[in-house]
């Protein structure tokens, strides 16, 4: 073969060999990293290649790689690459322990490291100087996870000594919550006295009563009575004795020795004595200081005051109701009959049962059929103990009316008044202003109504369906206190008497009743800003006449009527998930009123 035709082969042999065009690919050894550092940690124990001693207090050297300390730790970076130490190959590390350090060298190495509670609180300004914020955010996490009323103070001082914002706060918040059981140990009696009034002075921290902080104070006091005597006018000055039972006030704060031997304690005793006089005698009207307003806690705490009938004899019952237990527990007595009345609350704090039925004593047999009445009484929860004190009448007998809250002022709304041997259906309305303590007229609603439902949202009044003597309604007003006017908004999709209503996050529920004939479990939604009603999913039971109320992100319908017969269970509708639940109640009584109340102090919980 000749030379041209050998190579004429090579050629096209060439072109039938010459690869595919592909991108290119990047590949990574996932366990590159980590067997580099496994020999390089290898190496320095056996000191090999080592640029660098460390030397502790003790004398105790620890050798490495200046690369891998300047990778790993910016307080080695600013040393070796922007200090005078750049060129040095010794270094002495100050107030370390050698066995903290070695566990810091390895983790610079490694990525790990073991925290007990033995070493944490010694690794921590060891990590802080190298400046390894993952060892230090670990040493954070082990320390939360120790909190105890026992140690959360010490655990509080140390995180502000080496700036651990987040275990600082989240220790702070331990101390507040654990109030009772932190005070109990000797690290509360040994704080300074400033410390001791930047606790008390918080207003959350979780004391159900007010006494518990004074005897906190007191202790402390009396752990070093010859030091201390002398701070106790600056720790009084933020107990709030004023919220301290009178009866407690008796017996342990005015004949306190320390007390009444300082001018300045004695101020503040006269001061929460005058404070119980004017609440005994002007309730409405009580002085607004930092030392007369209760905690934060103290606020936070709800319960539910339910009106009932007794299913068996008649007889008025009167109940505490706490959700979160689901227990319902005996509440003061009425003084009067308010069935079927109604009960409305200002301020949380002030309950007012109003009108009802004219009889004496609620404990005996009521008569559903008597006339109505003008009585109203009123319930401090605060007080110790609750007791209903009767206030100033209604200006006309009112029976199946509205009943409503705005500010300080309860609306009586409609009803029916038969005082006078004859049903006369009512559309006038009358304002009790606590500021006065009188009754007033004001303008009256453009239908009569009895057996409505009330809604206050946005500071404005509704009355919603009802009856006016000759039919059912499903017509809705709205009153504005500012104006002395009442409009009508939108109409209901049906006739609804004895509904509920409730308001929960800027939205008005009605709920069940009935249409004249048939008890309803359907309910319906009202925002102003759709004027509109909406319909939502039905509740789980028929009921008209049921208490409602809202608490904690959900609207609860409680008790009620199917027809005649008590319905003896709790409905919760979440608006998140648009649902109801359901859960039963302990009783076989009528429940036909429900209010949301700050929780009396004797009934407050660690």
Same mark, same amino acid.
């Given at each position: 073969?000749?030379?041209?035709?050998?190579?004429?082969?090579?050629?096209?042999?060439?072109?039938?060999?010459?690869?595919?065009?592909?991108?290119?690919?990047?590949?990574?050894?996932?366990?590159?990293?980590?067997?580099?550092?496994?020999?390089?940690?290898?190496?320095?124990?056996?000191?090999?290649?080592?640029?660098?001693?460390?030397?502790?207090?003790?004398?105790?050297?620890?050798?490495?790689?200046?690369?891998?300390?300047?990778?790993?730790?910016?307080?080695?970076?600013?040393?070796?690459?922007?200090?005078?130490?750049?060129?040095?190959?010794?270094?002495?590390?100050?107030?370390?322990?050698?066995?903290?350090?070695?566990?810091?060298?390895?983790?610079?190495?490694?990525?790990?490291?073991?925290?007990?509670?033995?070493?944490?609180?010694?690794?921590?300004?060891?990590?802080?100087?190298?400046?390894? !914020? #993952? &060892?230090?955010? +670990?040493?954070?996490?082990? %320390?939360? *996870?120790?909190?105890? =009323?026992?140690?959360?103070?010490?655990?509080?001082?140390?995180?502000?000594?080496?700036?651990?914002?987040?275990?600082?706060?989240?220790?702070?918040?331990?101390?507040?919550?654990?109030?009772?059981?932190?005070?109990?140990?000797?690290?509360?009696?040994?704080?300074?006295?400033?410390?001791?009034?930047?606790?008390?002075?918080?207003?959350?921290?979780?004391?159900?009563?007010?006494?518990?902080?004074?005897?906190?104070?007191?202790?402390?006091?009396?752990?070093?009575?010859?030091?201390?005597?002398?701070?106790?006018?600056?720790?009084?000055?933020?107990?709030?004795?004023?919220?301290?039972?009178?009866?407690?006030?008796?017996?342990?704060?005015?004949?306190?020795?320390?007390?009444?031997?300082?001018?300045?304690?004695? !101020? #503040? &005793?006269?001061? +929460?004595?005058?404070?119980? %006089?004017? *609440?005994?005698?002007? =309730?409405?009207?009580?002085?607004?200081?930092?030392?007369?307003?209760?905690?934060?806690?103290?606020?936070?705490?709800?319960?539910?005051?339910?009106?009932?009938?007794?299913?068996?004899?008649?007889?008025?019952?009167?109940?505490?109701?706490?959700?979160?237990?689901?227990?319902?527990?005996?509440?003061?007595?009425?003084?009067?009959?308010?069935?079927?009345?109604?009960?409305?609350?200002?301020?949380?704090?002030?309950?007012?049962?109003?009108?009802?039925?004219?009889?004496?004593?609620?404990?005996?047999?009521?008569?559903?059929?008597?006339?109505?009445?003008?009585?109203?009484?009123?319930?401090?929860?605060?007080?110790?103990?609750?007791?209903?004190?009767?206030?100033?009448?209604?200006?006309?007998?009112?029976?199946?009316?509205?009943?409503?809250?705005?500010?300080?002022?309860?609306?009586?709304?409609?009803?029916?008044?038969?005082?006078?041997?004859?049903?006369?259906?009512?559309?006038?309305?009358?304002?009790?202003?606590?500021?006065?303590?009188?009754?007033?007229?004001?303008?009256?609603?453009?239908?009569?109504?009895?057996?409505?439902?009330?809604?206050?949202?946005?500071?404005?009044?509704?009355?919603?369906?009802?009856?006016?003597?000759?039919?059912?309604?499903?017509?809705?007003?709205?009153?504005?206190?500012?104006?002395?006017?009442?409009?009508?908004?939108?109409?209901?999709?049906?006739?609804?008497?004895?509904?509920?209503?409730?308001?929960?996050?800027?939205?008005?529920?009605?709920?069940?009743?009935?249409?004249?004939?048939?008890?309803?479990?359907?309910?319906?939604?009202?925002?102003?800003?759709?004027?509109?009603?909406?319909?939502?999913?039905?509740?789980?039971?028929?009921?008209?006449?049921?208490?409602?109320?809202?608490?904690?992100?959900?609207?609860?319908?409680?008790?009620?009527?199917?027809?005649?017969?008590?319905?003896?269970?709790?409905?919760?509708?979440?608006?998140?998930?648009?649902?109801?639940?359901?859960?039963?109640?302990?009783?076989?009584?009528?429940?036909?009123?429900?209010?949301?109340?700050?929780?009396?102090?004797?009934?407050?919980?660690?």
């Amino acid at each position: 073969m000749s030379g041209k035709k050998k190579h004429a082969v090579v050629a096209v042999q060439k072109q039938e060999l010459k690869p595919k065009i592909y991108e290119p690919t990047k590949y990574k050894n996932s366990s590159h990293m980590g067997r580099v550092f496994q020999f390089l940690q290898f190496y320095r124990n056996g000191g090999v290649l080592c640029d660098i001693k460390l030397e502790t207090d003790d004398g105790k050297i620890i050798l490495g790689h200046k690369v891998v300390f300047i990778s790993a730790s910016p307080y080695f970076r600013a040393m070796f690459t922007l200090s005078e130490e750049v060129k040095k190959d010794h270094i002495n590390i100050r107030e370390v322990d050698f066995k903290v350090l070695q566990l810091l060298v390895d983790y610079m190495y490694t990525g790990e490291i073991t925290i007990t509670e033995e070493n944490v609180q010694d690794i921590v300004p060891a990590a802080d100087l190298l400046q390894l !914020d #993952y &060892v230090k955010r +670990a040493c954070v996490g082990s %320390l939360q *996870k120790q909190l105890d =009323p026992s140690n959360c103070i010490g655990i509080k001082a140390f995180a502000g000594m080496y700036n651990c914002t987040e275990l600082l706060s989240i220790s702070e918040e331990f101390i507040k919550k654990q109030f009772l059981e932190v005070v109990k140990y000797d690290e509360f009696l040994s704080l300074s006295s400033g410390e001791v009034i930047k606790l008390i002075s918080c207003h959350d921290i979780s004391v159900p009563l007010e006494e518990k902080v004074f005897e906190c104070v007191m202790n402390w006091v009396k752990h070093k009575l010859n030091r201390r005597k002398d701070f106790l006018p600056d720790l009084m000055e933020h107990v709030r004795l004023p919220l301290v039972s009178k009866e407690y006030m008796l017996e342990k704060v005015v004949n306190e020795p320390l007390l009444k031997n300082n001018p300045k304690c004695k !101020d #503040y &005793v006269f001061e +929460a004595l005058h404070f119980n %006089l004017i *609440k005994s005698v002007h =309730p409405f009207s009580i002085p607004q200081t930092i030392r007369s307003k209760p905690r934060q806690y103290t606020s936070l705490q709800k319960v539910v005051l339910v009106l009932s009938l007794s299913s068996s004899a008649n007889k008025l019952i009167t109940n505490w109701y706490d959700p979160a237990i689901n227990l319902l527990t005996a509440a003061p007595e009425l003084g009067k009959c308010h069935m079927p009345g109604g009960l409305s609350v200002i301020k949380d704090q002030f309950v007012f049962a109003v009108g009802g039925t004219q009889v004496s004593n609620p404990n005996v047999r009521i008569d559903l059929n008597a006339k109505s009445s003008r009585s109203v009484e009123v319930l401090d929860v605060s007080s110790q103990p609750p007791c209903w004190v009767s206030k100033v009448e209604l200006l006309i007998n009112r029976k199946h009316f509205g009943i409503g809250a705005i500010d300080n002022c309860i609306y009586a709304v409609g009803g029916y008044n038969d005082a006078n041997n004859y049903y006369e259906h009512l559309n006038s309305v009358e304002v009790f202003d606590i500021n006065t303590q009188q009754w007033r007229r004001v303008s009256s609603m453009s239908n009569k109504r009895s057996h409505f439902g009330v809604g206050i949202l946005n500071n404005l009044l509704y009355a919603v369906g009802g009856y006016n003597g000759a039919s059912y309604l499903k017509s809705v007003e709205c009153y504005d206190p500012n104006l002395d006017k009442w409009n009508p908004v939108a109409e209901m999709s049906v006739c609804r008497y004895e509904a509920g209503v409730g308001v929960l996050n800027g939205v008005m529920y009605v709920i069940g009743g009935t249409n004249g004939s048939v008890t309803q479990k359907t309910v319906q939604a009202y925002t102003p800003s759709a004027g509109v009603w909406k319909s939502i999913p039905d509740m789980n039971l028929c009921r008209r006449n049921a208490g409602v109320f809202a608490l904690d992100g959900l609207l609860y319908v409680m008790g009620g009527t199917n027809g005649n017969n008590p319905v003896d269970s709790i409905e919760m509708y979440n608006p998140l998930t648009n649902s109801w639940s359901m859960k039963t109640l302990s009783t076989s009584n009528f429940i036909y009123s429900a209010v949301v109340v700050d929780k009396p102090p004797h009934l407050r919980t660690n």
